[in-house]
């Protein structure tokens, strides 16, 4: 039996699969799961950060920002606000982020090169492009309370 296209859409979303329905992608839900999980889970996300943690200590561009900051809680927090953003099992415990950057005169060209750290962490652990788009989705809004000149 043929099923068109539509209705294979609504028996995929209606979870009740029936045979002869070849579900076109287009026809899926955009996301089955989490990003959280897509992400790979908390395990995943601090191994992404831990190395994420140690590009922005070691990159000329903006490790000066970082030498009297606290790595081990900005880890903590970065996890913390990675895990909430992608839907995860998280409460974010920080402070917000234009109370977190205050008077730091963070450039855009140095909030560009801290995306390009943690880029470089996605591509390490193999983080598929379209889960990197989304995270980055999540974070790229928060420019505007990060950067101050
Ligand atoms: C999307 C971009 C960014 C995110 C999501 C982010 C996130 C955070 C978080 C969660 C904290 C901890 C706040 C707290 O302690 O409660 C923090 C602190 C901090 N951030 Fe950012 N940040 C971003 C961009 C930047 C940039 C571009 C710089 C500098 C180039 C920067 C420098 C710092 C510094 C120095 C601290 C203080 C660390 C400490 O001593 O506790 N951040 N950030």
Redesign the pocket.
């Known amino acids: 039996m043929r099923i068109s296209p539509v209705l294979c859409g609504l028996v995929a979303a209606a979870a009740l699969g029936v045979a002869g329905c070849a579900t076109p992608e287009s026809a899926k839900p955009a996301t089955s799961s989490s990003l959280y999980d897509r992400l790979g889970g908390m395990q995943a996300i601090t191994a992404v950060v831990d190395d994420f943690v140690g590009n922005l200590a070691t990159d000329e561009r903006?490790k000066a920002?970082?030498a009297n900051?606290?790595m081990p809680?900005?880890k903590t927090?970065?996890v913390e606000?990675i895990c909430a953003g992608s839907g995860g099992p998280c409460t974010y415990a920080?402070?917000d982020?234009k109370t977190?950057?205050a008077g730091?005169a963070?450039t855009n060209d140095?909030?560009d090169a801290?995306v390009d750290d943690l880029v470089k962490s996605l591509d390490k652990f193999k983080v598929p492009a379209g889960e990197q788009k989304e995270l980055l989705a999540i974070?790229g809004p928060?420019r505007k309370d990060?950067v101050s000149r």
């Open positions: 903006i920002k970082f900051a606290n809680r900005l927090r970065l606000q920080g402070l982020m977190a950057h730091m963070i140095e909030f801290l974070l928060m990060v």
